[in-house]
């Protein structure tokens, strides 16, 4: 599932050109409809221009008397038909009165306002258009024109009028479709933009899982061809993991020199002790051994956090569970009475720890063998994988068990839970912490098989 409250390159680069596309066509759809719009209205003032043109050169004056001419625009003789005309006196107290108008206007009366006739009079012999309501309270787009016929006293007002719904139908269509046609654009134009922004940021994906190869140790370090804008990042971060190698090969070898150092002093202990009985000799054998044992303890430790510090090691775990099933039979082939035990053991063929073989020999030996000690007559270990970045073993036996208030115990160094039994207590600790080493764990429960559970969690490196 997405998280979107992450931030994303690819998330925020596809919002911005979203906006910005919705934004142009929107502003876009808007002005073409606009203009659409007035186009429309354009035509439509000169057909009405025109209307008022005629009226205007083809009326008469007989006896004082306006006469309007005969037209042979059929609609203006419908009944509400849509387009009418009408010629008004202007009096001199200023309002119109009606001195002809056509058939398509029945009984009703164009209605001029009292602005629109002061606009007539501030331009005489001008033709303007402007908005009015007609029969049957229909919007209609008015041309008028005030001029002075000679022979008649009073200026005379020319009106052509036609509803104009169709030119707000056919806009309003207009801008339906438009809305449509920018509407598919705008969504071609997004998915366009998710392919390219998918294509250009492809070796920055490909980076990403290059870098993830490395840390699950299917490469050493980066190898392909990348754009100039990731080049030096794929060249600092070869560096980086070349420098990290080189501190774990010197802390390695320090380690070693530490053990070399530490032990010759040891051996040279034990020896001179040997060669000279005593109760002292006996001490001085009984402390040095222990004291290998923590030195052994530590620098095993040390060389688990050094060798988790690096991300190419990858072990087959597979192998080592048959290699510890068939060693560990042979060594515990006398116990129960001659019986022996029985390991039964399953893992997947392509399960592999993300670590050294000697780290999970030790690993998996460690609590297999514990088991071993414990148990009456067999051992389950199962192996298998828990996510793409984890594995567990867990490893029963048919023991007689450990209460839970002492599994907290049992992990912590020099716990000895029998001591009658062979050991030095430091086995499952040692697994606990080179467990942690490696960022895992090892919990302690009840085995379906009546003893002791012991679960590992560690991580995995894909095949």
Not at 220 to 240: F, I, Q
Not at 297 to 323: F, K, N
Request: aromatic share 4%; proline share 5%; with cysteine.
């Amino acid at each position: 599932m997405i998280d979107l409250r992450r931030p994303s390159l690819v998330r925020r680069l596809v919002m911005l050109a979203a906006v910005w596309n919705v934004a142009v066509l929107l502003v876009a759809g808007v002005f073409l409809t606009a203009q659409f719009r007035d186009a429309a209205i354009r035509r439509f003032d000169q057909s009405l221009a025109v209307l008022t043109d005629d009226l205007y050169a083809l009326s008469t004056v007989e006896e004082g008397q306006v006469r309007a001419p005969v037209l042979t625009d059929i609609r203006a003789t419908r009944v509400y038909s849509g387009r009418y005309w009408t010629i008004f006196d202007k009096t001199q107290a200023g309002s119109l009165k009606v001195i002809e108008r056509s058939r398509s206007l029945f009984d009703s009366d164009l209605m001029v306002s009292s602005e629109q006739v002061d606009r007539l009079v501030a331009a005489p012999g001008k033709t303007l258009f402007f908005e009015m309501r007609g029969p049957q309270d229909k919007p209609l787009r008015a041309a008028a024109i005030l001029t002075q016929l000679p022979g008649h006293t009073n200026p005379v007002v020319f009106i052509a009028a036609e509803d104009r719904s169709p030119i707000d139908a056919d806009a309003a269509r207009f801008g339906r479709i438009t809305a449509l046609a920018l509407l598919l654009l705008g969504g071609g134009l997004i998915l366009a933009v998710v392919v390219q922004v998918r294509v250009g940021l492809a070796p920055l994906f490909q980076l990403r899982r290059e870098v993830a190869s490395v840390r699950r140790g299917k490469a050493e370090r980066l190898v392909r061809v990348y754009p100039e804008e990731l080049e030096p990042l794929a060249v600092e971060l070869n560096a980086l993991l070349a420098h990290n190698q080189e501190v774990v090969e010197r802390q390695r070898t320090h380690v070693g020199n530490l053990a070399h150092a530490l032990k010759t002093p040891l051996s040279v202990m034990l020896t001179e002790a040997s060669q000279q009985p005593g109760s002292l000799a006996e001490v001085v054998t009984r402390q040095a051994d222990v004291m290998r044992e923590q030195v052994d303890h530590h620098l095993r430790r040390a060389r688990a956090a050094a060798r988790s510090q690096t991300s190419g090691e990858r072990t087959p775990v597979e192998p080592i569970l048959d290699e510890l099933a068939v060693t560990l039979e042979r060594i515990f082939q006398d116990k129960s009475d001659g019986r022996g035990i029985e390991i039964d053991w399953r893992c997947p063929e392509d399960l592999c720890f993300q670590g050294e073989r000697q780290d999970l020999m030790e690993l998996a030996g460690n609590v297999m063998e514990n088991a071993g000690k414990w148990c009456r007559s067999k051992i389950r270990a199962v192996a298998s994988p828990t996510t793409a970045e984890r594995w567990t073993l867990v490893v029963d036996d048919d023991g007689p068990g450990l209460p839970p208030e002492r599994w907290v115990d049992a992990l912590k160094r020099g716990q000895r839970m029998d001591e009658h039994t062979p050991g030095s207590g430091l086995g499952l600790s040692i697994v606990d912490e080179l467990a942690r080493a490696y960022g895992g764990s090892v919990t302690l429960g009840e085995s379906p098989l009546g003893g002791l559970r012991v679960c590992l969690d560690l991580p995995r490196s894909e095949t």
